[in-house]
T-cell receptor, first 114, second 111 residues
Framework: DGGITQSPKYLFRKEGQNVTLSCEQNLNHDAMYWYRQDPGQGLRLIYYSQIVNDFQKGDIAEGYSVSREKKESFPLTVTSAQKNPTAFYLC?????????????FGSGTRLTVV | QQQVKQSPQSLIVQKGGIPIINCAYE??????FPWYQQFPGKGPALLIA?????SEKKEGRFTISFNKSAKQFSLHIMDSQPGDSATYFCAASNWGGKLIFGQGTELSVKP
C-alpha cells in the first residue's frame, strides 16, 4: 500500500542535542512538507520541498533543517537552536496537478525534550 | 491575506446532532478547499474537498457548503456519532499550491 512512513513514533531529546526525524513516501509525490503541531495551535509549516534538491522555509523554520536528496525521503533535523522542540511533528506529501489533489499525512513523531 | 480563519475552536454536540464548522478566507486566488479529520495521536486524513465552481458537495454524512461571494465555507456532519469525535481542519490553496490550514476545531459527540 502506498503511504508515508514517519519514524520513530516517539523520540526523546536531551538539551543541546540534534535529532533527525525520518519521513519516507512511496506515493511518487513530488512535494513534501513538515508541520509542527502544538495543542491549540493548529498545523504550522516548518519546511517544504516541491522537487528533489530544492526546499523552502515555512513559517517557523528557525532551529530546523531539512534535506531532499531523494524524491521519497525528506528528513527533518531539530537542532539545538530550537529552544522549545517538544511537539508533535507531521510529514505530508502531495502531487500538485493531480485531479484529487490533497495532502497525505504520516502518523507523526512525538518529540519530547528530557 | 494568506490566513484561513476557523471557528469554533471547540464544539460539543449530542449524538444525532449536526455540528457545523466554519472557515473564512481572504485570498480570492484560492480555488481548492479541503477538510481534514484528525484523531488523537494520528496524522490528519483528507475527508472531503470542494472547488469554487460548486456551492455544495456531499460525501456520506459530510457536507461542504461554499459561499464564494462571502469567501466562506463550512463543514456539516449529519447524524453525528461518537466516532466522529476528532479535530477538524479546513484548508485552502491555489490549485497545486501549498495548503493554508485553519486553526482546527475539536469536536466531541456525546452518546
Amino acid at each position: 500500500d502506498g503511504g508515508i512512513t514517519q519514524s520513530p513514533k516517539y523520540l526523546f531529546r536531551k538539551e543541546g542535542q540534534n535529532v533527525t526525524l525520518s519521513c519516507e513516501q512511496n506515493l511518487n509525490h513530488d512535494a513534501m512538507y513538515w508541520y509542527r503541531q502544538d495543542p491549540g495551535q493548529g498545523l504550522r509549516l516548518i519546511y517544504y520541498s516541491q522537487i528533489v534538491n530544492d526546499f523552502q522555509k515555512g513559517d517557523i523554520a528557525e532551529g530546523y533543517s531539512v534535506s531532499r536528496e531523494k524524491k521519497e525521503s525528506f528528513p527533518l533535523t531539530v537542532t539545538s537552536a530550537q529552544k522549545n522542540p517538544t511537539a508533535f511533528y507531521l510529514c505530508a506529501s502531495s502531487e500538485p496537478g493531480q485531479d484529487n489533489y490533497g495532502y497525505t499525512f504520516g502518523s507523526g513523531t512525538r518529540l519530547t525534550v528530557v | 491575506q494568506q490566513q484561513v480563519k476557523q471557528s469554533p475552536q471547540s464544539l460539543i454536540v449530542q449524538k444525532g446532532g449536526i455540528p457545523i464548522i466554519n472557515c473564512a478566507y481572504e485570498n480570492t486566488a484560492f480555488d481548492y478547499f479541503p477538510w481534514y479529520q484528525q484523531f488523537p495521536g494520528k496524522g490528519p486524513a483528507l475527508l472531503i474537498a470542494i472547488r469554487p465552481d460548486v456551492s455544495e458537495k456531499k460525501e456520506g454524512r459530510f457536507t461542504i457548503s461554499f459561499n464564494k461571494s462571502a469567501k466562506q465555507f463550512s463543514l456539516h456532519i449529519m447524524d453525528s456519532q461518537p466516532g466522529d469525535s476528532a479535530t477538524y481542519f479546513c484548508a485552502a490553496s491555489n490549485w497545486g499550491g501549498k495548503l493554508i490550514f485553519g486553526q482546527g476545531t475539536e469536536l466531541s459527540v456525546k452518546p
